[in-house]
């Protein structure tokens, strides 16, 4: 944990209070991981990328938009103050393990009025096992792909690229100090979940880092069409929350 970590961590403390006079809250869901995942010590996996990630993005939403910022805040899907919030980020959600009060609340969540984006899962087990979990979350809804018109490709920033947006693991220096990215072959998907109405309920960041890209949006290392691109969709999910 580097500094910037160290001097946030008040932010960071959990939901505290009910939420102040601010438009957005950056809100990161808590979980506990599946066993096969399970580190016998240090972070769960809900907290990769954090703080930093969150520090970045949320002060490019203020540069970028005119969106009055809260404070960065995380939940477990059992507190009851979740509803209060019209965004959820969640990381890593292959290796999630909701119990079933969990699987019932974030069913409502998402029924109320909630959005939940997932990010950093990768691969054909990854999938799987995140698809089982959707399937209880909410049955015989389909996982589709997002098209170039749909409204959230168009919100606030008109997004026709579909670029690899990968991890920091997965870049590497080439020649002449230019960075070169593997695996180059997976291919990045962009998939949501609608519900009856047609309204986007779950945005699935799948085969690709979109936390990473915020998290290092300030090293030189990582290239700025990637991290330009992960800033235009997390705007725009964010815009699209607050409006349907």
Known sequence: MGWLAVLTLPLLAGLGGFPEKAEFYFLRLEYTDAPFVRR????????????????????????????????????????????????IYATQVAWWDLSEPEVIRLREYLNRGGFLVVDDFHGDRDWELFEASMTKVLPGKPILDITDDDPVMNLVFEIKERTFIPGLRHLRRGPNGTTTVQPSAIPPRWRAIYDDQGRMIVAINFNMDIGDAWEHADMPEYPEQMTSLSYRFGINYILYSMTH
Not at 66 to 84: A, K, M, Q, S, Y
């Open 40 to 87: 016998p010590w240090g972070r769960g996996w809900w907290m990769q990328d954090m703080p930093e990630a969150e520090i970045h993005f949320t002060k490019g939403i203020e540069r970028l938009t005119r969106v009055h910022i809260g404070e960065i805040r995380h939940t477990p899907l059992t507190d009851n103050r979740v509803f209060d919030y019209p965004w």
